[in-house]
């Protein structure tokens, strides 16, 4: 949900934090007040003391939501639901400043999932931006990540920023272009 007002919110604990676009890691401190702005895919982006921060969706009882749950795989689960539990993830990776997933944006362009040995995968991952300055880059790249990395059985998630071919609107899903009014 996006919400140009916001929801005022007061941590009531220390909260890991990421500050958008710098994506430079950090801790608010608790009692500090802010306004969610937007939440999308299991995380908040908020608006506190005077800058945008990402707050992940693991953290998110420090603002008084409930966190987001771990994605679960079954014990008889094939190549297939790890391959689809993989995409579940990627649905849920936000730009913080568009209300939309990175995979209905169009900007993944690639998503290998190579077994490393029984109950070991790796994911390798090529994505773009909508435009090559982006400075949401390293921060969308480290949310996919380990997004992607909390996926059982998934040890290791490489994600490779590229702008080749350049990403264009054509790219975006029907659903993508209709939230949009390109449609």
């Known amino acids: 949900m996006f919400s140009p007002g916001g929801e005022p919110v007061i941590f009531n604990r220390d909260c890991d934090a990421v500050v958008i676009p710098a994506g430079d890691s950090g801790t608010i401190p608790e009692g500090v007040e802010g306004v969610i702005t937007q939440s ?7 608006y506190i003391q005077g800058n945008l921060f990402r707050i992940a969706g693991v953290d998110a ?21 790890v391959e689809a539990l993989v995409w579940d993830q990627l649905h849920t990776c936000y730009d913080p400043e568009i209300p939309i997933d ?4 169009g900007l993944v362009y690639y998503c290998n ?3 490393l040995d029984e109950n070991r995968r790796q994911v390798h991952i090529q994505m773009t931006l909508t435009a090559p300055g982006c400075g949401m880059g390293d921060i969308i790249a480290s949310d996919v990540k380990q997004k992607v990395e909390l996926v059982p059985t998934i040890e290791h998630a490489e994600v490779e920023v590229v702008f080749e071919p350049p990403w264009s609107a054509e790219m975006m899903s029907d659903a993508a272009k209709l939230q949009t009014g390109m449609l």
Do not use: C, F, M, N
């Open 113 to 115: 999932i190579e077994r």
């Open 102 to 105: 990175i995979v209905e944006l």
């Open 61 to 81: 009882d420090a603002i008084g939501k409930e966190p987001t749950p771990l994605p679960e795989l079954s014990d008889d689960a094939t190549d297939q639901d």
């Open 40 to 46: 999308l895919g299991g995380s908040y982006t908020g």
